[in-house]
């Protein structure tokens, strides 16, 4: 069944940025036009809408043709992020991501506390594939760098709930707060298609919400040098760690453009 807006709030206006590469102006009305029509499945109205295309100039890259989109949602942030062979096939992949995310978020207002289990048709269950993710650029290790920094207030959350807004969000880690220990955690994909949590957790008592979550024991205190070096060393795509100073925790994570980037707690 489709699902419309019931509102009679008009459609935001599409906002379309192009971060590299060429992307000819038809492709960039056709995001508009794709992404636009997306906010009609929600139930809330849509504040703000706007698409980042961009073509990586690698000629290796498989999926070269990269798409992202954040809306704001009534103040919930939606965000997708796709890559593909052709831009248009990208596009036409973020808008069905989207939709998903939209129909995940009208759910979860109604069912915040037992999304895991029972899905519906058009509902995300565990096991889903994966967004087809862009691959990293190959960046010598003495040329990378900590170019991006982002200190977040930390939801108090269960590790279902902190689960749950990552995939809303389309990231491949969460960064949060456990209700029951008050410790920051990392909830995040692991390659065999569960979620890995790495933290101080409390294990859940309510059996209705269990979630497909494997604990991997307690973080490591690092500092930011630590991190850097171990993240450098392996192939990890980030590092959890605990602050020396203040105990908080913190991710050091790899960008597609083979740098690194740093979210903290405020």
């Known amino acids: 069944m ?20 060429h992307v000819a102006a038809q ?3 056709y995001a508009a036009e794709k992404i636009g029509h997306v906010a009609s499945y929600s139930h809330e109205p849509v504040l703000f ?3 980042v295309l961009q073509r990586a100039a690698d000629p290796a890259r498989e999926r070269p043709a990269m798409a992202e989109a954040t809306l704001d949602v009534n103040g919930t942030p939606v965000r997708a992020h796709v890559a593909a062979e052709h831009m248009w096939e990208a596009i036409d992949l973020l808008e069905e991501r989207l939709r998903r995310r939209l129909v995940q978020l009208e759910d979860r207002v109604h069912t915040r506390h037992t999304w895991i289990g029972l899905a519906g048709e058009h509902e995300w269950r565990h096991g889903d594939l994966p967004t087809a993710r862009p691959e990293y650029f190959p960046r010598p290790v ?19 709930e902190a689960a749950y807004d990552m995939e809303l969000l389309g990231h491949d880690f969460f960064l949060f707060t456990d209700l029951s220990t008050g410790r920051d955690a990392v ?28 604990l991997e024991g307690p973080a490591p205190v690092m500092t930011e040098e630590e991190a850097l070096a171990r993240l450098d060393m392996g192939s990890e795509p980030f590092v959890f760690a605990l602050d ?15 740098h690194y980037g740093l979210i903290t707690p405020s």
């Open 142 to 160: 003495d040329d990378r760098k900590v170019i991006r920094r982002k200190t977040f207030a930390l939801e108090v959350e269960s590790p279902d």
């Open 49 to 51: 809408a706007h698409v």
């Open 187 to 214: 909830v995040y994909r692991r390659p065999d298609g569960d979620y890995g949590l790495r933290g101080a957790v409390a294990a859940s008592g309510d059996a209705e919400t269990v979630s497909p979550i494997v």
């Open 2 to 21: 489709t699902r419309k807006r019931s509102s009679l709030a008009p459609a935001p206006t599409v906002q379309v940025s192009v971060r590299q590469g």
């Open 27 to 29: 492709t960039q009305e």
């Open 244 to 258: 020396p100073a203040s105990g908080r925790g913190r991710v050091l994570y790899r960008r597609y453009d083979g």
